[in-house]
C-alpha cells in the first residue's frame, strides 16, 4: 500500500498538471501566432503586386484595421504583457501599412500614401512615448472593437458590392480567421484582461463574416476592366 505521502504527493503533481499545461499550450500557441505573423499578410501583398491592382479591398477597412493593431500593441506594451501575447500585433501592423500605402499607390496616389505613413510614423512614436497618458492608451483599446466591427463590415459591404473578392487573400483572411480564435484562448491565459479577450472574440466573430463570404463567391472572378483607347 502507497503511504499517505507519496498519494498526497501524486494528488498535487496532478492538480499542478492542469494549470502548467494550459500554461505551456498558451506559450505555444502565442509564439506560433507570432511566428505566423510574420507571413501572414504577405499572402496579400504578393496578390495586389502581382495583379498591380488593389481592386475589392476596402482603404477604409484597412486603416481602421490598421487602428485596431496599433491600439493592441501600445495598449500591450504600456501595460508589460509578455510578448507572446501581442507580438504578432507589430508585424501584422508593418504588412497593413504598407497594404495601406499600395492601396493608395494602385490608385494614382503615391504621395498621398508616402505623406500617410510619415504621418502614421510620427502619431505611433508620441502613442509610445511618456507623453501619452494611460487613460488614452485605454481608450485606444477600448476604440478596438468598433474598428474592428466597422472596419469589417466596409470589407463585406464591398464584397457585396461588387458581387466577388476581387483581389482579397484567402490564405490572409484564413490565417486571421484561425489566429483571432486561438488568441481568445492566449489573451485569457496570459494577460487575464477581459478587454483584450473581448477584441479577439469580436475580432474572430468578424474574421468568420469575411472568410465566409470568400467561401461564397469562391468561383467568382473580378470582371477585367477594359483599358482605355
Not at 149 to 174: C, E, I
Request: proline share 3%; charged share 10%.
Amino acid at each position: 500500500m502507497e503511504s499517505l505521502g507519496s498519494q498526497k504527493t501524486k494528488k498535487f503533481s496532478c492538480n499542478l498538471h492542469v494549470p502548467c499545461l494550459k500554461i505551456l499550450l498558451s506559450k505555444g500557441l502565442g509564439l506560433g501566432i507570432v511566428a505566423g505573423s510574420l507571413l501572414v499578410k504577405l499572402p496579400q501583398v504578393f496578390k495586389i503586386l502581382r495583379a498591380k491592382s488593389a481592386e475589392g479591398l476596402s482603404l477604409q477597412s484597412v486603416m481602421l484595421e490598421l487602428v485596431a493593431l496599433t491600439g493592441t500593441m501600445v495598449y500591450s506594451i504600456t501595460n508589460n504583457f509578455p510578448f507572446s501575447s501581442w507580438g504578432e500585433a507589430l508585424f501584422l501592423m508593418l504588412q497593413t501599412a504598407t497594404i495601406c500605402f499600395l492601396v493608395l499607390h494602385y490608385r494614382g496616389q503615391t504621395a498621398k500614401g508616402v505623406t500617410f505613413l510619415v504621418c502614421y510614423a510620427l502619431v505611433l512614436l508620441v502613442l509610445l512615448s511618456p507623453l501619452t497618458p494611460l487613460s488614452v492608451v485605454t481608450l485606444l483599446q477600448a476604440s478596438n472593437v468598433p474598428a474592428v466591427v466597422g472596419g469589417r463590415l466596409l470589407q463585406a459591404a464591398t464584397n457585396y458590392r461588387n458581387g466577388h473578392t476581387g483581389q482579397l487573400s484567402a490564405v490572409t483572411v484564413f490565417l486571421l480567421f484561425g489566429g483571432s480564435l486561438a488568441r481568445i484562448f492566449t489573451s485569457v491565459q496570459e494577460t487575464g484582461d477581459p478587454l483584450m479577450a473581448g477584441t479577439f472574440v469580436v475580432s474572430s466573430l468578424c474574421n468568420g463574416l469575411i472568410a465566409s463570404q470568400l467561401i461564397y463567391y469562391w468561383n467568382v472572378k473580378a470582371p477585367i476592366k477594359k483599358k482605355k483607347q
